[in-house]
């Protein structure tokens, strides 16, 4: 019913448990914890016959609504108990392992539930629910539609649930490790728990580690953080004199050039890696396949030879594309976007996902290279542009305009 996380594998526990698993297994240093594995989602999941559904929208909200609304079985409950006791009963991250997720071919970046700072066994067992039910989540249809999955067998839509010891970061990123010997480790870092990040909203400091541990780095202007307060994530105003301080320094960046190095030899390949550090020391949250690399950072040294309306930002998918742009600011104007748009947004976070079926770019206020956003962009070869500040006002809906994911550039028609 339970899995240690230090057993955990992919066959039974999706690739992201299965990885943290194997880095356990190695010595590294991943947060404690367990898994529920397949076998309990199956079993909750049994009498709904998944099989006799086509993929049509209302019967798979129909399956989603239904896992959400019914009672956890009480010997799960029972189970996620004794293993919370087992760990001393913390607060805890409750996060999905897909099948289908973390894998070499897609990533599934951020299409699936997860939660921190959860405690107690009774919010435990409510997080592990919505994590099963998110697998039919429109954002996880969406994302296995256009990367050409959803014609999947239902057998083959299992989902796993890791309960890890939740961390207080006081610095968090993701890690991108080299594709080839003389690449560098891209690093993106800022100020307390990882979401920010990884939902693109704060554009954090990048850094570049080369082979021989030299540091380049771009510190960015870091204005909110993400914090637990008990049983609640707040967020909170960096404060004045932190905002434009490197997270980390270019010792503690090359370390975590190192360690990334050490987990790409351990799981057998470029890796996508999210940490953190509490408390002075370290950690690693969850490693995969690197899917799609993110385009070399650019200096703008020739900024003077772009036209006047052109916008500089941080290349964040490969790709050339001219197209309408449309002002997005929430999901308020999702039915605003027709196919072939380029959605202009304050940033986008992995709900946004069935928007990327139709855009044909995307360019954001804030946001990271190595955010889920970024990563499902460069997964569906849809060019973007990240951390133009003020672009939802400084570009015009129903304008035309270029997005140049490569160079980092959005230029107007007329320009």
Same mark, same amino acid.
């Given at each position: 019913?339970?899995?240690?996380?230090?057993?955990?594998?992919?066959?039974?526990?999706?690739?992201?448990?299965?990885?943290? *698993?194997?880095?356990?297994?190695?010595?590294?240093?991943?947060?404690?914890?367990?898994?529920?594995?397949?076998?309990?989602?199956?079993?909750?999941?049994?009498?709904?016959?998944?099989?006799?559904?086509?993929?049509?929208?209302?019967?798979?909200?129909?399956?989603?609504?239904?896992?959400?609304?019914?009672?956890?079985?009480?010997?799960?409950?029972?189970?996620?108990?004794?293993?919370?006791?087992?760990?001393?009963?913390?607060?805890?991250?409750?996060?999905?392992?897909?099948?289908?997720?973390?894998?070499?071919?897609?990533?599934?970046?951020? $299409?699936?539930?997860?939660?921190?700072?959860?405690?107690?066994?009774?919010?435990?067992?409510?997080?592990?629910?919505?994590?099963?039910?998110?697998?039919?989540?429109?954002?996880?249809?969406?994302?296995?539609?256009?990367?050409?999955?959803?014609? $999947?067998?239902?057998?083959?839509?299992?989902?796993?649930?890791?309960?890890?010891?939740?961390?207080?970061?006081?610095?968090?990123?993701?890690?991108?490790?080299?594709?080839?010997?003389?690449?560098?480790?891209?690093?993106?870092?800022?100020?307390?728990?990882?979401?920010?990040?990884?939902? *693109?909203? #704060?554009?954090?400091?990048?850094?570049?580690?080369?082979?021989?541990?030299?540091?380049?780095?771009?510190?960015?202007?870091?204005?909110?953080?993400?914090?637990?307060?008990?049983?609640?994530?707040?967020?909170?105003? #960096?404060?004045?004199?932190?905002?434009?301080?490197?997270?980390?320094?270019?010792?503690?960046?090359?370390?975590?050039?190192?360690?990334?190095?050490?987990?790409?030899?351990?799981?057998?390949?470029?890796?996508?890696?999210?940490?953190?550090?509490?408390?002075?020391?370290?950690?690693?949250?969850?490693?995969?396949?690197?899917?799609?690399?993110?385009?070399?950072?650019?200096?703008?040294?020739?900024?003077?030879?772009?036209?006047?309306?052109?916008?500089?930002?941080?290349?964040?998918?490969?790709?050339?594309?001219?197209?309408?742009?449309?002002?997005?600011?929430?999901?308020?104007?999702?039915?605003?976007?027709?196919?072939?748009?380029?959605?202009?947004?304050?940033?986008?976070?992995?709900?946004?996902?069935?928007?990327?079926?139709?855009?044909?770019?995307?360019?954001?206020?804030?946001?990271?290279?190595?955010?889920?956003?970024?990563?499902?962009?460069?997964?569906?070869?849809?060019?973007?542009?990240?951390?133009?500040?003020?672009?939802?006002?400084?570009?015009?809906?129903?304008?035309?305009?270029?997005?140049?994911?490569?160079?980092?550039?959005?230029?107007?028609?007329?320009?």
């Amino acid at each position: 019913m339970i899995v240690p996380l230090m057993e955990a594998v992919a066959d039974t526990c999706g690739g992201k448990a299965g990885a943290l *698993g194997a880095l356990l297994r190695a010595g590294l240093p991943v947060p404690d914890g367990f898994v529920v594995p397949f076998a309990a989602y199956l079993a909750a999941v049994r009498d709904l016959d998944l099989g006799r559904f086509a993929g049509e929208p209302d019967d798979v909200d129909a399956v989603r609504r239904t896992i959400e609304t019914r009672p956890v079985h009480a010997a799960v409950i029972d189970a996620l108990g004794r293993a919370l006791d087992e760990i001393g009963d913390p607060p805890v991250a409750v996060r999905s392992s897909a099948a289908r997720e973390d894998t070499g071919q897609a990533s599934a970046a951020g $299409q699936h539930e997860s939660f921190l700072a959860v405690h107690g066994v009774s919010a435990v067992a409510e997080a592990v629910r919505a994590c099963w039910a998110s697998l039919f989540s429109p954002r996880a249809i969406a994302y296995r539609d256009a990367s050409g999955r959803d014609d $999947q067998p239902s057998d083959d839509l299992l989902m796993a649930v890791i309960v890890q010891r939740h961390l207080d970061a006081e610095m968090s990123g993701v890690m991108f490790t080299p594709a080839a010997p003389d690449d560098g480790t891209r690093i993106e870092a800022s100020w307390g728990l990882g979401p920010s990040i990884v939902e *693109g909203k #704060v554009t954090p400091d990048a850094y570049r580690v080369a082979e021989d541990g030299s540091v380049a780095r771009t510190v960015a202007d870091k204005r909110k953080r993400l914090d637990r307060r008990g049983t609640r994530l707040v967020i909170r105003d #960096v404060p004045t004199a932190a905002r434009n301080q490197p997270t980390v320094d270019d010792a503690t960046a090359a370390r975590l050039a190192r360690l990334g190095r050490q987990i790409a030899a351990v799981l057998g390949g470029p890796q996508d890696i999210e940490w953190a550090i509490a408390d002075g020391r370290t950690w690693i949250l969850q490693a995969r396949p690197v899917t799609a690399a993110p385009p070399p950072p650019t200096s703008h040294s020739g900024a003077s030879d772009m036209p006047a309306a052109t916008l500089t930002g941080t290349p964040g998918s490969h790709g050339t594309v001219t197209g309408t742009a449309r002002i997005v600011r929430g999901p308020g104007d999702f039915a605003r976007v027709r196919p072939g748009d380029i959605l202009v947004c304050p940033f986008t976070d992995p709900a946004w996902t069935p928007l990327l079926r139709i855009a044909a770019g995307v360019v954001t206020e804030t946001g990271g290279v190595l955010s889920h956003a970024a990563i499902v962009a460069r997964e569906h070869a849809i060019p973007a542009v990240l951390g133009i500040p003020n672009a939802t006002s400084r570009l015009r809906d129903d304008t035309v305009i270029t997005v140049d994911g490569a160079t980092g550039t959005v230029t107007a028609a007329n320009a």
